[in-house]
């Protein structure tokens, strides 16, 4: 596969990471398709070792976000810049602490649109809880999967 190539997927895949956050946009499969796309040029035994494991883990997530509350952004007072804000903190902080810095990053994300929005610490902090409770929980839960299986993408091309 070629350096345009793999970009491209890689832009796919960003797209889906954007689409978790982003009412609409479908984030999970459009990550699986870009893994299917890399998959389908490859046609290496990691490449589909790679596939494999993201159907499973997007499947899984699947599950698991029907099992949790559903969401309910209107009711928490959430705008959508705010989510989007925090869904890119997760993915910046998914990055700079691999894996484990999603929630923090999310969080800390959330929680400064929402200081801004309201202008103190507690009115913030209150609000930052709220929407977690509201729709936060399932967002982190497709937000990590999601950076999972690109994180293994990632993994796969660099070891090539």
């Known amino acids: 596969m070629g350096t345009w190539q793999l970009v491209l997927v890689g832009l796919v895949m960003l797209l889906g990471l954007f689409g978790v956050v982003t009412p609409g946009l479908p984030g999970p499969p459009i990550v699986w398709a870009g893994v299917l796309w890399w998959s389908m040029t490859e046609r ?7 596939l494999a494991g993201a159907t499973g883990v997007l499947l899984l997530n699947q599950a698991v976000i029907w099992l949790l509350p559903p969401r309910r952004p209107r009711g928490a007072g959430i705008t959508r810049r705010a989510f989007l804000v925090a869904g890119a903190s997760g993915v910046v902080g998914f990055f700079v602490l691999p894996v484990i810095g999603a929630v923090p990053g999310f969080l800390a994300g959330l929680y400064a649109m929402e200081r801004r929005r309201l202008g103190g610490h507690g ?7 709220t929407v977690m409770r509201a729709l936060g ?3 982190l839960v497709e937000l990590f999967a999601c950076l999972l ?4 993408w990632i993994g796969a091309v660099v070891r090539g």
């Open 123 to 129: 009115e913030a902090w209150a609000s930052t809880r």
């Open 149 to 152: 299986v690109v994180g293994g």
């Open 44 to 50: 290496t035994a990691s490449a589909w070792a790679v």
């Open 137 to 139: 929980t399932s967002v």
